[in-house]
């Protein structure tokens, strides 16, 4: 058996590290640049100029010419890129992944009035989830390496274990869940058939990772349930790379962010958040709660600026484009009930700009993080290695970073609890300064703890650990 670190890796994930954009200009076609969203950002600088191949699905046209020239270099990641049918696409992501499974594992699914699994939807919805995970399987039988380390991310890709363990028993086998794991009777509102496949995909990895061990309970429970045998388990918290981090902070554009900023806000003091607009992470409920800090003590009235910068995603899912018009509906009424001729409240970004975010993070000084339920929330994590003041963090239990950070000096903010949010505002915003200091390094101190490597270097020693 190889010794962990000595494997060839392959990462297996739905986004990929780059995008392409059909470009005629260019001596092969197409531009490449980094991938959006949270997974590359954590994951891109591990295997960033590795022979490490990460195969992904082309969701671009400029992807799908990439896609039929198998693995490809660009931007420093060997990439190998999966051409799916568009409508089979649809129903495996927008409906499978962002409705179905996104929903169960963060309790979404109002039990009341949306169906979780309607009509015709094993058979459609389900049947296409599957052939994408047969999709994935071949190209990871056909390209990974002899003796690699697979490691399968996130909820996308529960089902190609079975079919890669009986072609390639060289290969070990991760899966890595990004998000919380479905409790027993969240699971349970997926019909049976699916909520076994998806148990029995996972059971056939030799590892199944989390970032909390509150995840990992419910995954063992849900198993229980299922009269399921789990698979081997283990806990890995992600962490920021601060290299990646201090180079973004000290570019030109970041710089560049921050005197905007700084224009913005003058002399008050800075709320900051940065997420997708995403319903699990409570992004309106954060809002009300500044709104009840206002009402409640006008005289904090033009002395603070809420910059909210929060990007949409996921538009074809109908519940996000719902919730995306309720968070604007929010900002547009707190900012006509409360803004003067000289002062706006809230100062709502919806640029998905990396370098803005960064320089936002860079100057907060309270930073909110007020998830329903999140797998980690990277953010978190990347404000406290950021902050050049001080930033104080106001965060929900319900994160999976509270596992780390949760004592080591935040704010706690129970998501449903709009006033307990808007007085962990308040009390985050009045700290005296030595009072911010002792608590922001406690928490750099909990956070630089850990680093991209050791989430790594864990994947690559739990592949080793379950000898089956
Ligand atoms: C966030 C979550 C990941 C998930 C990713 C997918 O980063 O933390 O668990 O894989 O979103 O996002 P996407 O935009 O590709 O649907």
Redesign the pocket.
């Known amino acids: 058996m190889a010794a962990a670190g000595t494997r060839p890796i392959v990462i297996v994930?739905?986004?990929g590290p780059v995008t392409f954009a059909v470009d005629d200009a260019a001596p092969d076609g197409v531009a490449a640049r980094r991938g959006?969203?949270?997974?590359v950002s954590g994951l891109g600088p591990l295997v960033a100029d590795t022979d490490a191949v990460w195969i992904a699905a082309a969701m671009s046209d400029g992807d799908r010419l990439v896609a039929e020239r198998g693995v490809t270099r660009a931007e420093g990641y060997r990439v190998r890129l999966i051409d799916l049918d568009p409508d089979t696409f649809t129903d495996y992501?927008d409906r499978v992944?962002?409705e179905a499974l996104w929903f169960v594992h963060h309790g979404l699914f109002d039990p009341v009035y949306e169906p979780a699994w309607p009509p015709g939807w094993v058979d459609g919805a389900w049947a296409a989830y599957r052939d994408v995970n047969r999709r994935f399987a071949d190209a990871v039988i056909a390209d990974a390496p002899e003796g690699a380390a697979v490691l399968v991310?996130?909820?996308?890709l529960c089902l190609l274990a079975p079919q890669v363990r009986a072609a390639r028993p060289d290969l070990r086998l991760v899966h890595f869940s990004?998000?919380p794991f479905a409790p027993p009777a969240w699971l349970r509102m997926l019909p049976d058939e699916v909520r076994l496949d998806l148990l029995d995909g996972l059971r056939a990895h030799h590892a199944c990772g989390f970032h909390s061990s509150r995840w990992e309970r419910d995954y063992l429970d849900s198993c229980l349930d299922a009269d399921r045998a789990p698979c081997a388990t283990f806990v890995s918290p992600l962490a920021p790379d601060p290299d990646d981090l201090r180079a973004t902070a000290s570019s030109d554009a970041a710089a560049t962010a921050r005197s905007d900023l700084a224009a913005v806000v003058g002399d008050a003091a800075f709320v900051v958040r940065v997420d997708?607009i995403e319903l699990s992470k409570n992004v309106r409920r954060g809002f009300q709660a500044f709104a009840a800090l206002l009402e409640a003590e006008p005289d904090r009235r033009g002395t603070v600026v809420f910059g909210a910068f929060c990007y949409p995603?996921?538009l074809g899912v109908p519940a996000y484009d719902r919730y995306a018009k309720a968070v604007i509906a929010e900002v547009e009424a707190i900012n006509a009930r409360y803004g003067t001729d000289t002062w706006t409240p809230i100062h709502y970004d919806p640029t998905d700009d990396y370098p803005r975010s960064i320089a936002a993070l860079q100057v907060a000084d309270v930073v909110v993080v007020n998830p329903i339920r999140d797998?980690?929330n990277l953010v978190a994590k990347e404000a406290v290695l950021l902050s050049d003041r001080d930033a104080q963090l106001v965060l929900s239990p319900e994160a999976g970073a509270w596992e780390e950070l949760g004592e080591a000096g935040v704010w706690e903010a129970d998501p449903f609890d709009v006033g307990a949010t808007a007085r962990a505002l308040a009390d985050a915003l009045d700290a005296s300064a030595d009072e911010r200091a002792r608590r922001a390094s406690s928490l750099r101190a909990a956070v630089a703890a850990r680093t991209p490597a050791h989430w790594l270097d864990e994947q690559l020693r739990a592949a080793e650990a379950d000898p089956s």
Request: net charge positive; with cysteine; aromatic share 10%.
């Open positions: 994930s739905n986004r959006a969203g949270g997974l992501y992944c962002n991310q996130d909820y996308h990004h998000t997708r995603s996921r797998g980690l």
